[in-house]
């Protein structure tokens, strides 16, 4: 009687393509928790040949946090944020529309959960590569924009970085209620646009820089 993929023979490549696709889905259904055998019968292969692509479950795991959360990482958001030919104001709305359709998905938000219940470091990482990237443009920006000295010049603080982890929070949030909570969530675009409209109006009392 012939194997599974003996019956489905892909090159190694597709066949690792395949691992880390069912993978992500896998580990965003029944967390970090679920077995690598049972995977391996989701995908209709033996257990041993998962190993010969991924010789632990680390190095998998690994592999989905690669996927999910620095493969969607769109680097023309970064420019997008300095393009000061366009209003602050419409710089991002543009990006935190299209970050919420990054990281709105049922695969990222429970990964991301239950990366941070297992005490894996996906959170942490995922976070320093945030406020590096887009947390200190932004108050760059915003300080420019309200005629406040740079960050060169006086340092961002605590409380300017918390007010975008504001921000961040509330549209992470949406993503918790629909699919760890479960509950329906409409017109994402008129949430976000009403989170930055907020945050924006608050933003001036957190800046330094006067």
């Not at 896998?26 to 010789?55: D, S, V």
């Not at 769109?74 to 935190?96: A, C, M, V």
């Not at 108050?139 to 420019?144: D, K, P, V």
């Not at 949430?191 to 924006?200: H, K, N, P, Q, S």
């Amino acid at each position: 009687m012939k194997t599974p993929e003996a019956r489905r023979r892909l090159s190694p490549d597709l066949r690792e393509q395949e691992i880390v696709r069912e993978a992500v889905k896998f580990f965003a259904e029944f967390g970090f928790e679920g077995q690598t055998r049972e995977l391996a019968k989701r995908l209709g292969i033996t257990q041993p040949l998962l190993y010969r692509y991924f010789p632990t479950k680390d190095a998998l795991v690994e592999r989905v946090y690669q996927e999910v959360f620095l493969r969607r990482w769109n680097p023309f958001w970064e420019e997008l944020l300095q393009d000061r030919s366009k209003p602050l104001g419409e710089r991002l709305t543009e990006f935190y529309r299209d970050y919420s359709q990054v990281i709105l998905t049922y695969e990222w938000v429970r990964l991301f959960m239950f990366s941070g219940l297992k005490g894996l470091d996906f959170n942490t990482r995922y976070l320093d590569l945030l406020r590096q990237r887009v947390f200190d443009l932004i108050i760059n920006e915003l300080r420019l924009a309200h005629s406040r000295k740079p960050p060169d010049e006086v340092p961002i603080t605590t409380m300017e970085i918390e007010a975008v982890w504001g921000l961040h929070a509330a549209i992470f949030y949406l993503g918790v209620r629909k699919f760890i909570y479960n509950m329906p969530v409409e017109n994402i675009n008129s949430i976000v646009d009403l989170e930055l409209r907020i945050f924006l109006d608050g933003a001036p009392g957190t800046l330094a820089g006067r």
